[in-house]
């Protein structure tokens, strides 16, 4: 399959927006919903050719004769010229992790069309209204996702950034009648476009001193490593500014991190995602769980070899990364809210590949490329190949659960397992493949990443592994609550069931993916530099993990197999904690007091104020004092000949007084 | 007469024999009063876009000159005042802008009420002055055509406006009056400086190239040159006008006014103030530009707490035409274009939000966000426009107003100093600001439960509403999917300004 197809990938998705946006109000919701499958299957079926093609393929100078994969421009026009030569482009470059991306964002998307058939046909029984704007808004978000992976540079990156802000804003807010869901929107908006502010500020940097925007040189195929060496030669000559003690490189780089931090969540920019889950629980499954909150790590990614050489750039992100996997990890322990718990743990899962990529830099700053070096790179885009599986499975999940009790807290759910066998399964395997038990997807990613740890240093690794125990933990003390303890009454009359096909089919593809999904070769296929990369188990990492997640989740069963009442006793025990952390430790209190009660309270309202009562209170008062001074002089027009003649004669007296004076001195 | 072979000077005849045919119309003869006016708005739209075609062939065939299509006749031989026309990249586009706001101001007061007629009437004449203003190139020509776009604006307020409107009408007149006031003096400076030789002239090439204007006197006349267009630019502290004015405005006039007269500050900074006396600019400009840059946070601000509808696109209006300024003054080619083009996007999209809100208005009576609600219900294609106005606004990619403001921003950075850099970078900050204020205006206007249950018996846009907004939308949508079309166009006129500000700097 030629690899050009990779323009219609791209091109389908915004016809359907399109096509679904403008003529779908005159459809069925059926034949829209259809129409939309179909539309986005064929997409997938092209992704993964062209995948495919990719990877396997023997095309021109896809490998060279040393083994190096390139990178292959497919289309690069331009779209914006700043200046004769620092032209913004809008383009389709395929390598490794673009191609990695492609497949997962059609598979979950795909699933997610699927799904949303039956999901979306009823809002509470009855009819959703919105079903049309529902597929297109999809298509849109599908688009500006893909969009985004194959940039050609930076500044096409920024644009679908900001592109898939808003098409996470618009399906956010789906249900804007809800306050809830208006409020939330408004939230993931403002705090991903701060950090996007922040993204703007480090191209304008990056941009300034490099005099470009391009991953790739422009002559088509170019291997990794040219841009690498590229990169090194802009930082060499960059290098020599600084600015407050750091390159100015360190701080560009620093300032594109914190735009990805805002699309990843990563903490303290991760107060929107928790609240993203108002939307439609298909859209938490696409957007919120495996493709839009990747982005920021796709962007790190993206720039390793940047990165690579600014070794304080990578400390910043490793420790950010190391903090956000705990705390996140802390707070979905005892979030009650399904969905909410599931956010937490995406946010701690997005903060393992983050950190995954940080640890891979040389420690002396100096980049030296031994044997396995990259590691981390490789885990990263591994994790976040098999995390988007398995969390879109379990948001799937919770989506059929929540479509049959009509509820999101899970104390409205326990003992389901009876009534929800698939579901119940699908969700075992999820939690399964996410705690890190082999052979399941999440083992083989999690182990690479927990190697790369200790190999930066034993304390990051021990730090990594404790938060990878808490994970299996909380995942299933979700799984044991919602499908065991204590049987809901409720559920004998409303008997909650499998869902229709449309929804059951998706979750069980994913479990299947989940299964299989760990023994994608993705050493030799995806790398930062292009080359194969040979590793193998390391059954001191891979053994011990394993042992802490079964750990895990034995504790899990102790607590909330059955009904008892150790939960209720640890609560009590450590109510401060607890407490803090399920108000998560106050952050959204925080950022609410600061927007609410600084920015709003003390400068804008100030300043309107100034502006009406000082500015333009400036500009009456001189109308004002004109106004006046008028009405002063006009009584000097009385019409009274006296007072003229007096006026008169005065004056002459005293023209004639001081020529008098005058001639005299 | 040779000028009738120059296309240009049809952007001032059309609008005239308009107002011909208005005048000959019937009181109460809307169909009629209707068709004149169309046909007026839509033989411009024609002019305009031929008049790009002629300027992309000409500079295509290699032509480049700094203006094209020049002609000129004599109007008063003593003081060597012409009827100078001629068009560079940055007047095209323009001219093409002002062409599809007067097109959608028509549709937008289709069912103006009362006198029609009269309001065509002063609608046009305010057209013929905006027209004019940027196909001269004579400093008393261009001036002329300024006030004659300034003045029909107080009876277009006073008569058919809302609110306020007599002390509307009044403030907003008398501060651009009383910038105008200023401007004439400048331009009597320059004209007095306009060479060595005695040979005194009005043409603006002339004067620059003669370059005769004595840096003392730049001193003087820049800063009042740069303050008279600066608040029709609504440049801080000189933007008070600005909100007032636009509330009480009815639709089409705000349309125009925001949409096109605005620009007119803009392109008379760089074109009079700082091409004529780049010596002050560069000594000077460091102090616009902290104003302007004051302009585009302090308006953001400020709109975040407004309530009325109008106010908050006045407030909007402060920042992004504070931006237009601000890029301007950075005295660079990437910058400069990101001003024409912040220009092009903020003359629609303000223009757009104007229509909408206007429309809004007529049905509900009110502006208030706190008493509207669930717009997107009752009213879904104005709820749509509104999100579209608003995302091109806060800058959404694909949008007129993103390309707009990053050509802007990367434009400035590429100052290497501390000052430049700090300024661009609190500018920039706006960005964030304008999400907060539009999706606040979004979730309340729109979003939400229905407020007021009068507004469920409300209807959506009727036709004549739906093109005229759906005008505006696919050109906010072209410049944003395909910008370096008129980048392209616009990116060239800059290079005689910086040429003449680079000696300086």
Request: no cysteine; glycine share 8%.
């Given at each position: 399959m030629p690899l050009n197809l990779s323009i219609a990938v791209v091109a389908i998705p915004l016809f359907m927006f399109f096509f679904l946006g403008l003529a779908g109000v005159k459809m069925s919701r059926k034949l829209t919903g259809v129409l939309g499958v179909l539309g986005m299957l064929v997409t997938t079926v092209l992704a993964y050719g062209v995948a495919f093609t990719y990877f396997f393929g023997t095309g021109d100078g896809q490998v060279t004769a040393e083994g190096v994969r390139q990178a292959v421009i497919v289309w690069n026009p331009d779209w914006l010229a700043f200046t004769p030569t620092l032209v913004a482009r809008m383009g389709i470059a395929l390598d490794p992790i673009a191609a990695m991306m492609l497949v997962v964002i059609t598979t979950i998307s795909l699933m997610v069309h699927l799904y949303s058939l039956g999901y979306m046909s009823d809002h509470h029984g009855n009819p959703e209204k919105g079903f049309q704007r529902f597929y297109a808004d999809l298509a849109l978000f599908t688009f500006s996702m893909l969009g985004l992976v194959v940039a050609t540079n930076l500044f096409q990156i920024f644009i679908f950034f900001e592109m898939v802000g808003v098409s996470s804003y618009l399906l956010i807010g789906f249900y804007f009648h809800s306050p809830a869901a208006i409020h939330a929107s408004k939230k993931a908006f403002i705090v991903t476009r701060l950090a996007d502010l922040f993204f703007l500020l480090g191209i304008m940097i990056l941009s300034y001193y490099t005099g470009t925007f391009d991953f790739f040189n422009q002559n088509g195929m170019v291997g990794m490593t040219d841009s690498m060496d590229a990169a090194k030669a802009a930082i060499g000559s960059a290098g020599a500014q600084t600015f407050m003690g750091c390159s100015v490189m360190a701080w560009a780089l620093t300032f594109i991190f914190i735009g990805g931090a805002g699309k990843s969540a990563m903490y303290p920019l991760h107060i929107w995602l928790p609240d993203a889950m108002e939307g439609p629980t298909p859209v938490s499954a696409l957007?919120?769980?495996?493709?839009m909150v990747v982005a920021g790590v796709f962007l790190v990614a993206r720039l390793f070899p940047l990165y690579v050489i600014e070794q304080g750039a990578m400390d910043i992100i490793c420790v950010v990364g190391a903090f956000t996997a705990f705390y996140a990890a802390a707070i979905a322990c005892v979030q009650s809210d399904i969905k909410r718990a599931l956010a937490f743990s995406t946010i701690s899962q997005i903060a393992f590949m983050m950190t995954s990529l940080a640890v891979s830099s040389a420690d002396n700053g100096l980049i030296e490329i031994h044997e396995g070096y990259g590691l981390g790179y490789m885990a990263s885009m591994f994790h976040l190949f098999t995390h988007a599986m398995f969390k879109a499975l379990l948001f799937l999940c919770a989506g059929a659960i929540i479509h049959a009790v009509h509820s999101n807290e899970n104390k409205d759910m326990h003992g389901l397992h009876k009534y929800m066998p698939i579901t119940s399964f699908a969700f075992l395997i999820g939690c399964l493949a996410i705690a890190g038990i082999p052979p399941f997807a999440g083992f083989w990613s999690k182990d690479e990443i927990l190697v790369a740890c200790y190999e930066k240093g034993l304390g990051w690794g021990l730090w990594m592994s404790a938060v990878a125990g808490m994970t299996a933990f909380y995942m299933f003390r979700i799984y044991f609550l919602i499908f065991h303890w204590k049987e809901h009454k409720v559920h004998t009359e409303h008997k909650p069931a499998d869902q229709v096909w449309t929804m059951t089919l998706p979750l069980i593809i994913l479990s299947v993916v989940s299964i299989v999904a760990g023994f994608v070769p993705m050493h030799d296929l995806v790398t930062w530099d292009g080359k194969e990369l040979h590793t193998q188990l390391n059954w001191v990492v891979a053994g011990s993990s394993v042992a802490i997640a079964c750990v895990g989740i034995g504790l899990a069963y102790v607590m909330y197999f059955k009904e008892n009442p150790l939960p209720s006793k640890m609560k009590n025990s450590m109510n401060g904690l607890w407490t803090a952390a399920y108000h998560r430790f106050y952050m959204d209190e925080l950022y609410q007091f600061i927007t609410h009660k600084v920015i709003f309270k003390a400068i804008c309202v100030p300043i309107a104020w100034f502006d009406r009562k000082f500015i333009d209170g400036f500009m009456n008062m001189l109308a004002d004092v004109t106004n006046r001074a008028a009405y002063g002089v006009r009584r000097m027009q009385s019409g009274s000949i006296q007072s003229y003649v007096y006026v008169y004669i005065m004056g002459a007296l005293l023209i004639a007084v001081v020529s008098i004076v005058c001639v005299l001195m | 007469m040779q000028i009738f072979d120059n296309i240009l000077i049809y952007f001032v005849i059309v609008p005239l024999l308009t107002l011909l045919g208005l005048a000959l119309c019937n009181n109460k003869g809307i169909k009629a009063i209707r068709a004149v006016a169309v046909t007026g708005a839509s033989v411009l739209v024609a002019l305009a876009s031929y008049l790009v075609y002629l300027f992309l062939q000409a500079r295509g065939a290699g032509d480049t000159s700094e203006m094209l299509l020049q002609s000129s006749i004599s109007w008063y031989a003593p003081l060597n005042i012409n009827l100078a026309l001629g068009v560079d990249g940055v007047s095209v586009v323009m001219i093409l802008l002002s062409a599809f706001i007067v097109f959608a101001g028509v549709f937008a007061s289709w069912k103006i009420n009362p006198l029609p007629k009269q309001f065509f009437l002063w609608f046009f004449l305010l057209s013929i002055g905006v027209f004019g203003f940027f196909i001269s190139i004579d400093l008393f020509t261009m001036f002329m055509f300024y006030e004659v776009a300034l003045i029909p604006m107080y009876l277009l307020i006073g008569v058919w406006g809302s609110g306020n409107k007599n002390y509307s009408a009044m403030k907003l007149t008398l501060m651009l009056m009383g910038g105008s006031a200023f401007l004439m003096l400048a331009l009597i400076g320059i004209y007095f400086h306009s060479?060595?030789?005695?040979?005194?002239?009005?043409n603006l090439l002339e004067i620059a190239k003669n370059n005769a204007v004595p840096h003392d006197w730049q001193l003087y006349l820049f800063p009042m040159a740069f303050v008279g267009f600066g608040v029709l630019g609504a440049m801080f502290p000189f933007h008070t006008w600005s909100p007032d004015g636009h509330a009480s405005a009815p639709t089409a006039v705000s349309m125009l006014h925001a949409g096109v007269l605005m620009k007119l500050g803009g392109y008379g900074c760089f074109r009079i103030a700082i091409y004529l006396m780049p010596y002050a600019a560069s000594e000077l400009g460091w102090i616009f530009l902290t104003l302007t840059g004051i302009s585009i946070v302090y308006g953001a601000f400020s709109a975040c707490v407004q309530t009325d509808l109008k106010y908050i696109n006045a407030y909007s209006s402060v920042s992004h035409c504070g931006m237009v300024l601000f890029a301007i003054l950075m005295f660079n080619q990437t910058a400069m274009t990101g001003a024409v083009m912040q220009m092009l996007s903020h003359g629609l999209m303000t223009a757009l939000f104007f229509a909408l809100i206007g429309m809004i208005y007529g049905r509900t009576h009110t502006r208030d966000i706190r008493e509207m609600g669930g717009m997107m219900h009752i009213m879904p294609y104005l709820g749509v426009g509104y999100v579209i106005a608003g995302l091109a606004s806060l800058g959404l990619p694909g949008l007129s107003g993103f390309a707009a403001e990053m050509t802007i921003f990367i434009g400035s950075f590429q100052h290497g100093d501390m000052f430049h850099r700090v300024l661009t970078i609190a500018g920039a900050s706006s960005i964030v600001i304008t999400a907060v204020y539009i999706l606040r205006v979004v979730g309340k206007l729109l979003f939400g439960a229905v407020q007021n249950e009068h507004h469920r018996e409300l209807t959506d846009a009727s036709w004549e509403e739906r093109l005229s907004t759906a005008v505006l939308m696919v050109c906010v949508a072209a410049i944003g999917c395909f910008p370096n079309f008129f980048i392209n166009i616009i990116y060239d006129s800059f290079a005689p300004v910086v040429d003449a500000l680079k000696v300086f700097m």
């Open positions: 957007i919120h769980a495996a493709t | 060479s060595t030789d005695g040979h005194l002239t009005m």
